[in-house]
């Protein structure tokens, strides 16, 4: 039997989700937890990737489970589980669905707050600006559902297949006090480090450093900038992933309503 695994964590401690020898990684955390539960080798397949120190609000992964268990397994794997990670559903499903194949749509939201603030670190990422041209900020972003190749905003492109991702939206909103940012973009897919290299364009574009045609201009002629400097990877949030099939709310709480935003 295929299983859906609906879970969220933050990344900060992880050196993402995917395993690689020598590091902690969130993929190995499971599949340590659900082994040692299960009393088999469990190898289990995720949604996508996410960076280190990356989060996720919403990611599935799946596993093929083929022995009934006679316990509560959603209680006992969270409670081995580290607090940073939590199981909220565990979905029994028909056929073979892939939790990476399958997904339509990924949402990410980005968290940027502008101040010192030791409640946010780890949850979101400090740029200590002031001043920056938010509208400016928000003509770029309203770009970005207009083009589907990008190319220029990924890191090393030649090593992957091809750059097409179909953004479907985006946007940026500021709260009342003008301290904390919320980028949200939603597509098809991403390339890798596509959205920290769009956020970290966006604050130069804020500070004046590059305009808004200039920024228009990479996705035209899909040529990759001299100096690409990705914005921190703390503030990132895997939000949302949507199956044909599956079409959960997001359990994790702190990217719904955390911002009072225009």
Known sequence: MRYFFHIGYHGTKYNGWQKHAGVISVQDVFETALTKLLHIPIAINGCGRTDAQVHASQFFFHADIEQEWDFDLFFRLNKVLPDDIA????IPMQGLPHARFDAVQRAYDYFIHTYKDPFLNGFSSLYPER????DEMKRATALLP?????RAFCKMPDRIDHTICNVSS??????????????QISANRFLSKMIRI???KLLEIGR??????????????????KTIIPAYPQGLYLSKVTYPYLDLPMRGS?????????
Not at 87 to 90: A, G, L, S, T, W
Not at 174 to 180: A, L, M, Q, S
Request: glycine share 8%.
């Open 131 to 134: 001043n920056l041209n938010i």
């Open 146 to 150: 207009l083009y589907n190749d990008y």
């Open 170 to 183: 985006a946007s940026l909103l500021i709260d009342k006090t003008g301290d904390r940012l919320q980028f």
């Open 198 to 200: 769009i956020v970290g």
């Open 254 to 262: 702190f990217n719904a309503g955390s911002l009072d935003l225009t």
């Open 87 to 90: 199981v909220f559903d565990i």
């Open 208 to 225: 004046g450093e590059m305009s808004v045609d200039e920024f228009e201009s990479y996705l035209i002629s899909k040529e990759t900038p």
